[in-house]
T-cell receptor, first 114, second 114 residues
Framework: AQSVTQLGSHVSVSEGALVLLRCNYS??????LFWYVQYPNQGLQLLLK??????LVKGINGFEAEFKKSETSFHLTKPSAHMSDAAEYFC????????????FGAGTRLFVKA | EPEVTQTPSHQVTQMGQEVILRCVPI?????FYWYRQILGQKVEFLVS????????KSEIFDDQFSVERPDGSNFTLKIRSTKLEDSAMYFC????????????FGEGSRLTVL
């Protein structure tokens, strides 16, 4: 079975500061890893994903994440926060069990201060 | 850009009533999912559906829940006798024919049970 742990339910940064949202996972088989973003009153949309290959993946809006198998981590970063980045971020792990089952972390709400 | 559409966007119902939430998946997608998000909480997996049958379901998805694809386009979630704790945002999601498990989400249906 797989699981996802996001460290910190709330993260607050100043505009222009580094964003770091932490995610650790467990999976009995090689996982696919995702970050999704949810803006208020909207559905989730994909930020980035890791499937195979390069462990540093780049996504939309300047976000990137690095898959570290030895640490079972997939932390999300952005060098410089923008006010529009304020949202809920979900880390997710997906495994192919004949179809895909995706499990989400509890989410981290990012606040960006002016 | 193709998208997943959900109706209704918001439904208010009395406890004990039946509710049907509808989803129109992206046309060439094969795997369909329902997720639930209670206000302020994590996104929880309910059920996955492939080839006209349930492929996996969570412990949340008890006998009060059912899914079907009655006409080859709509994908529905039925709650037979709603309870107060069913109040949540329900998201439909689909996965295409690729192998990465990336989910495409609808905007969600907010269910309020009084």
């Amino acid at each position: 079975a797989q699981s996802v742990t996001q460290l910190g339910s709330h993260v607050s940064v100043s505009e222009g500061a580094l964003v770091l949202l932490r995610c650790n996972y467990s999976s009995s088989v090689p996982p696919y890893l995702f970050w999704y973003v949810q803006y208020p009153n909207q559905g989730l949309q994909l930020l980035l994903k890791y499937t195979t290959g390069a462990t540093l993946v780049k996504g939309i809006n300047g976000f990137e994440a690095e898959f570290k198998k030895s640490e079972t981590s997939f932390h999300l970063t952005k060098p410089s926060a923008h006010m529009s980045d304020a949202a809920e971020y979900f880390c997710a792990v997906s495994v192919n069990t004949g179809g895909f089952k995706t499990i989400f972390g509890a989410g981290t709400r990012l606040f960006v201060k002016a | 850009e193709p998208e997943v559409t959900q109706t209704p966007s918001h439904q208010v119902t009395q406890m004990g009533q039946e509710v049907i939430l509808r989803c129109v998946p992206i046309s060439n997608h094969l795997y369909f999912y329902w997720y639930r998000q209670i206000l302020g909480q994590k996104v929880e997996f309910l059920v996955s559906f492939y080839n006209n049958e349930i492929s996996e379901k969570s412990e949340i998805f008890d006998d009060q829940f059912s899914v079907e694809r009655p006409d080859g386009s709509n994908f529905t979630l039925k709650i037979r006798s709603t309870k107060l704790e069913d109040s949540a945002m329900y998201f439909c999601a689909t996965t295409g024919t690729g192998v990465t498990g990336e989910l495409f989400f609808g905007e969600g249906s907010r269910l309020t049970v009084l």
